[in-house]
């Protein structure tokens, strides 16, 4: 008899993502979910060592902890590949000039929008902030979400993106969430560049990216390109920049108008292409023969109500492994739930409730450079597992604006309990 840490029953359904096609997985293969049920799990130093029928696991392991899950759906962590959680103020008041007419490039020209958590974020001490980033990593695991990419940008100085970065590092050395730091200076123009753009460029290239790599403080930059933010040949050369420095390519990419943003990311190798709700049919060409993996961030357009969304639902059938995001922040998408988001996909993508999972699991773990280690339920990967109190996947989706997780459990151990008696159908 074997002796594990934890073993972790369940007679529901067991979507394990683990399935022949590798990640990530675009097109058909989005929707098996390698669904199992009455299965049972042996946890290891964080690992899952042992995966199958509840009898078989039962009848070769033991273990001091056994967490008995009744019927409750079990799966692995949900995976955030885009989010902005460093921030020191919320932005209510944008919300309600939005509800009044005003649209989001004209609230950022008037000096709100990123701008404005700029100038709240510089008066901030790193203490601060990190403590503030804590309770927010807690709102994401209560959620049901493992692993976040965190970004920096509400800094738009050395100083303040290096406090941002470290905010991240300190935080993610002793809370469960883990975090994913990506440097993101090229948010934004700062108000004292705005006469000055070219100079911003630079100390973006000479100064700031060298110093985030010295520290080793990000494994991911980043560049909004926009056309009234970065355009696609300044993007270019920050990236690069970056690349040369270790931090391979994101890219915020024609989120608001088709500027070859995609086209971009591919060009520079990107990990990722985020956004994409203006992206042109050359674009989702160009994804569809690279490794950039799309992102998309339906909570954004909902937020912003904007009239146009990404072409989820053409990019799926295209073949392409589309991953899903919150792009939590305080002024466009102020939400930490992937399974609203995943609501938002099936209601304005089309996707079905495999498609937004495989979305928010495995491909999202791929968009990461994660795919061998978290993601899905297989025997080595790390021991990221969370129950809900849903009958069925598609459940998932079908239900909004109440969090169905009732067990999160991080690197084999029991990090959240939340109380709910049973589903309600």
Avoid at 52 to 58: D, F, N
Avoid at 94 to 113: D, H, L, P
Avoid at 281 to 304: C, H, M, N, Q, R
Avoid at 374 to 382: N, Q
Wanted: aromatic share 6%.
């Amino acid at each position: 008899m074997q002796h594990a840490d934890t073993l972790v029953l369940s007679q529901g359904p067991w979507l394990t993502l683990s399935t022949p096609v590798a990640p990530p997985r675009g097109g058909t293969a989005m929707n098996d979910l390698g669904e199992k049920s009455d299965w049972a799990a042996a946890l290891v130093d964080g690992r899952i060592a042992a995966l199958g029928p509840k009898e078989e696991i039962l009848g070769a392991w033991e273990a001091d902890d056994v967490l008995d899950l009744g019927r409750r759906l079990v799966m692995p962590g949900f995976i955030d590949p885009h989010t902005h959680p460093v921030f020191n103020a919320s932005r209510e008041r944008e919300f309600e000039m939005r509800n009044q007419g005003k649209s989001y490039v004209e609230i950022a020209q008037a000096g709100g929008g990123i701008r404005s958590s700029v100038r709240s974020l510089r008066e901030a001490s790193e203490d601060l902030l990190a403590d503030l980033l804590a309770r927010r990593a807690t709102g994401f695991l209560t959620l049901g979400t493992t692993t976040i990419e965190a970004k920096s940008g509400y800094g738009l100085s050395r100083e303040d993106e290096l406090k941002s970065l470290r905010a991240i590092r300190s935080v993610a050395s002793s809370h469960p969430l883990d975090m994913i730091p990506t440097f993101l200076g090229a948010h934004e123009i700062p108000d004292e560049y705005r006469e000055d753009r070219e100079g911003y460029i630079r100390l973006l290239i000479e100064d700031m990216i060298p110093a985030v790599a010295a520290e080793g403080l990000a494994r991911y930059a980043d560049v909004f390109c926009e056309a009234h933010v970065f355009t696609t040949e300044e993007s270019q050369r920050i990236l690069e920049a970056a690349a040369a420095h270790g931090m391979p390519a994101r890219v915020h990419a024609d989120e608001i108008e088709s500027t070859g943003g995609a086209e971009l990311a591919v060009a520079v190798g990107a990990a990722s292409a985020d956004h994409l709700g203006a992206i042109s049919d050359a674009g989702i060409e160009a994804l569809a023969g690279s490794k950039t993996i799309p992102v998309l961030l339906p909570g954004t357009s909902f937020y912003l109500n904007l009239d146009h969304i990404a072409p989820g639902r053409r990019m799926v059938d295209r073949g392409l492994p589309v991953a899903l995001a919150t792009d939590f922040n305080p002024g466009s998408c102020p939400t930490r739930s992937l399974p609203m988001i995943m609501t938002l996909a099936c209601l304005h993508y089309g996707f079905t409730a495999a498609e937004a999972i495989t979305a928010c699991t495995v491909n999202a773990a791929a968009s990461l450079g994660l795919a061998e280690d978290r993601g899905r339920l297989e025997v080595g990967l790390r021991a990221d597992i969370i129950a809900l109190d849903a009958p069925t996947a598609r459940y998932i989706p079908y239900v909004f604006g109440e969090n169905l997780v009732t067990h999160v459990i991080k690197d084999g151990r029991l990090v959240i309990r939340n109380d709910r008696s049973e589903t309600t159908p």
